[in-house]
């Protein structure tokens, strides 16, 4: 069994930033790879960003290339998500997801564990 405990949301303003965590229970962390998903109010679950095991591979959403950058810490099972010039469509709950299989996947069925989601909203 694998818990995820997401953090670091909250109220910023257009063109802020944040920087989300994502801290993993369990030995085996840098086995999973971990993705990073959205979902606002009245709209589906979306693909935000994924990171590979060891951390060397990862792929973002077109709409925050170049914006946000995913990162991992496999000593202190931790998968940062860092939020540069946001913007008011950002605004959604984020969580974070393992796929205790390592497949990279921007597909939100691909994922065993789920955290709880941490509230980001993007003021104009």
């Known amino acids: 069994q694998v818990q995820l405990v997401e953090s670091g949301g909250g109220l910023v303003q257009a063109g802020g930033s944040l920087r989300l965590s994502c801290v993993a229970s369990g030995r085996t962390f840098s086995t999973y790879s971990v993705g990073w998903f959205c979902q606002a109010p009245g709209k589906e679950r979306e693909f935000v960003a994924v990171?590979?095991?060891?951390?060397?591979?990862?792929y973002y959403a077109d709409s925050v290339k170049g914006r946000f950058t995913i990162s991992r810490d496999n000593v202190k099972n931790t998968v940062y998500l860092q939020m540069n010039s946001l913007k008011p469509e950002d605004t959604a709950v984020y969580y974070c997801?393992?796929?205790?299989?390592?497949?990279?996947?921007?597909?939100?069925?691909?994922?065993?564990?789920w955290g709880q989601g941490t509230q980001v909203t993007v003021s104009s």
């Open positions: 997801a393992a796929d205790v299989r390592g497949i990279i996947s921007r597909y939100n069925y691909n994922y065993d564990y």
């Open positions: 990171i590979s095991r060891s951390g060397s591979t990862t």
